[in-house]
């Protein structure tokens, strides 16, 4: 009897359609093509970092925001996060990703799930901020993986 189409719950299907399957041949990307696309997601995310407290200040009486202020520093990492977060669960590419024809999905070639991408998103934090370290890994790692990658069981691809 043949495979039925459209079997499984909607998140099942939409999971399976978002992410293609992973090519047989497809390979890790190098250090410099990982750091291109950081460096446009960085410049993407801080234009929406702009824009959402631009969102928040009607409700702060108009007054600009105290750098040090534990709730602005939480909110604007929630904000970072639901970027990444969405990006990488909805198909594995931010745009930074996609202009350097990198995709990000689990080690068996699936959808990161939000779990995964919460805990990624942490890690790649730790790795920026040991200099960096966390990212150079990848030119020793013989997966091309950086600390971030290994911790969270997901893999960095390129496409095309």
């Known amino acids: 009897m043949g495979k039925r189409h459209g079997t499984g719950s909607p998140s099942q299907r939409t999971a399976a359609q978002a ?3 992973t090519p047989p041949t497809a390979q890790p990307p190098g250090l410099l093509r990982r750091l291109g696309a950081l460096f446009y997601d960085a410049a993407l995310l801080l234009a ?4 959402a ?11 600009a925001f105290q750098a040090n202020s534990p ?3 939480a909110y604007l990492l929630g904000v970072s996060f639901l970027f990444f977060g969405w990006f990488w669960t909805r198909g594995g590419q931010t745009l930074g990703m996609r202009a350097w024809k990198i995709r ?5 070639g699936g959808a990161v799930s939000w779990p995964q991408a919460a805990l990624r998103f942490m890690a790649a934090l ?3 901020g040991f200099f960096g370290l966390g990212f150079f890994t990848a030119l020793t790692d013989p997966d ?3 600390w971030h990658d290994r911790l969270t069981g ?3 691809l390129r496409q095309g």
């Open 19 to 21: 992410t293609p399957a």
């Open 154 to 156: 997901t893999r960095m």
């Open 48 to 51: 929406i970092l702009f824009l």
């Open 144 to 146: 091309k993986r950086c």
């Open 104 to 108: 990000l999905c689990s080690l068996d």
């Open 126 to 128: 730790l790795s920026l």
């Open 53 to 63: 407290t631009l969102a928040l200040l009607p409700w702060h009486g108009g007054i």
């Open 71 to 73: 709730a602005y520093k």
